[in-house]
């Protein structure tokens, strides 16, 4: 009989494929490579990818195979959900780790189940600093289906323990709800700070140094968070934000929290005040408070923003 192996014998000996190798996923690549794993990845991009394909993909895999997709949400994803079912058999896996909505998970747990294929949805959180730090994970899928991926999810989130940077949700759908509760809760945080921050800057008068302040509340405050360190790090880099405009796009995770607080009969005032003051900040608003999220933004994920002429 066999001994049955240790948990670091199980991620050397897995190998899974990960399509989309943007900011993101080509940390992810790096991240799972460092830690053991042995990964192939495709892109679109010649200069990133590992394979001609998703076929080359499929066809590079040990069965039974394991397939993180990482692209942009909606019709892509889709896309890519479709194309794997028709290259992958039964008892393959499809991870969902992008920002799906949680709608689109049943869809594609339907579809993967015709061929017998397991799907599991990951909300994912840690944008461009997860290869250093790791990431959040919040998952939803068949608990056989989530076992099986574990090596994967300890490899990828931050060191400590487990459920200080991992849960099992629930069922499908459940991972990519929670992400986009997290992400509306972000929306909110966020204006807060951006709000503070222009009030501060408003009384020069009084208040002669902006970034200390901020700097200042790093340890030992109640609003102590790795928000306010990026905060202060976009403050030092540009202490007025002379350098981008007060435009903020949104992902649609916000949106999608409030149409379910709508739903559930949930009042969230202050998410929905931050969403909608992102809508303003496209109308030609130049708000202080706006440029300090959208410099948030960019700190943390890397989004782009627009260059003040």
């Keep these: 009989m066999s001994p049955v192996a240790t948990p670091k014998e199980e991620v050397m ?37 590992d394979v001609a394909s998703l076929a080359d993909l499929a066809a590079a895999l040990p069965a039974p195979r394991i397939v993180w997709v990482m692209v942009p949400a909606g019709d892509i994803t889709h896309s890519v959900v479709e194309e794997l079912v028709g290259l992958l058999e039964k008892g393959d896996l499809i991870i969902d780790g992008g920002n799906s909505r949680f709608t689109e998970d049943a869809r594609h747990a339907e579809l993967t189940a015709k061929k017998s294929i397991g799907f599991v949805d990951a909300g994912v959180s840690g944008g461009i600093w997860g290869l250093e730090n790791g990431y959040g994970l919040m998952v939803g899928g068949a608990d056989d289906d989530v076992t099986r991926a574990m090596p994967i999810f300890d490899a990828l989130r931050p060191e400590g323990p487990r459920a200080e940077g991992f849960v099992h949700v629930g069922p499908v759908g459940a991972g990519h709800y929670a992400k986009m509760v997290h992400n509306g809760i972000e929306y909110g945080l966020m204006q807060a700070f951006a709000e503070g921050y222009e009030l501060l800057d408003k009384r020069e008068d009084l208040i002669k140094d902006v970034t200390g302040t901020f700097k200042a509340w790093q340890r030992g405050t109640v609003v102590r968070s790795w928000l306010l360190e990026l905060l202060v790090r976009a403050l030092e880099q540009d202490p007025d934000f002379e350098e981008i405009e007060g435009y903020v796009e949104d992902s649609g995770e916000g949106r999608w929290t409030l149409e379910e607080a709508i739903d559930n009969a949930v009042p969230m005032p202050a998410i929905s005040a931050s969403i909608f003051a992102r809508f303003v900040s496209r109308q030609g608003d130049e708000s202080p408070a706006m440029k300090a999220v959208a410099a948030l933004r960019h700190q943390f994920g890397g989004h782009a923003v627009k260059k003040a002429d």
């Design 13 to 49: 000996a897995m190998h899974i494929g990960l399509v989309g190798l943007g900011r993101m996923g080509s940390n992810m690549r790096k991240r799972l490579r460092d830690q053991g794993i042995e990964v192939t990845g495709y892109d679109k991009n010649p200069d990133v990818t």
